[in-house]
C-alpha cells in the first residue's frame, strides 16, 4: 500500500494560480499512473486529471484544459498539478491518487490508494 500526502492548496483570487503536490511513500509509484480528483461542497468526486507512469499521456476534465497541468518526478515520487486561471467553480478538496496500472484514467475504479485530500478555495 502505498501512503499519498498532498500539499499547496489553500484561498486564492480568482485569476490567481497554485500548485499541488502529491508526496507518495511505501512504495515507488514510478510504474503507476497517477490522478487528481475533487470533491466540491454537494457535489460528488469528479475527475480533474491523469497521467501514466512515464508521463507521456495526460488527460483532463474539459473545464479545466488549457488552465491545469499534471506532471510527475519519478525520482521524487512526486505528482504535480499546476493549476493556473482559477475560477470560484474550481472550489473543492483536491484528492490524488495511484493507481496499480500503468495508464492513465478518468476513473477512481482505477485508482486503489488515495490521498487526504487539501483544499483549494477560489474566491471571486
Known amino acids: 500500500q502505498v501512503q499519498l500526502v498532498e500539499s499547496g492548496g489553500g484561498l486564492v483570487q480568482a485569476g490567481g494560480s497554485l500548485r499541488l503536490s502529491c508526496a507518495a511513500s511505501g512504495r515507488t509509484v514510478s510504474s503507476s499512473a497517477m490522478g487528481w480528483f475533487r470533491r466540491a461542497p454537494g457535489k460528488e468526486r469528479e475527475f480533474v486529471a491523469t497521467?501514466?507512469?512515464?508521463?507521456?499521456?495526460?488527460s483532463y476534465k474539459d473545464s479545466v484544459k488549457g488552465r491545469f497541468t499534471i506532471s510527475r518526478d519519478n525520482a521524487k515520487n512526486t505528482v504535480y498539478l499546476q493549476m493556473n486561471s482559477l475560477k470560484p467553480e474550481d472550489t473543492a478538496v483536491y484528492y490524488c491518487?495511484?493507481?496499480?496500472?500503468?495508464?492513465?484514467?478518468?476513473?477512481?475504479?482505477?485508482?486503489?490508494?488515495w490521498g487526504q485530500g487539501t483544499q483549494v478555495t477560489v474566491s471571486s
Open positions: 497521467i501514466n507512469w512515464s508521463g507521456s499521456f495526460t
Open positions: 491518487a495511484a493507481s496499480k496500472a500503468s495508464g492513465g484514467s478518468s476513473t477512481h475504479v482505477a485508482y486503489d490508494s
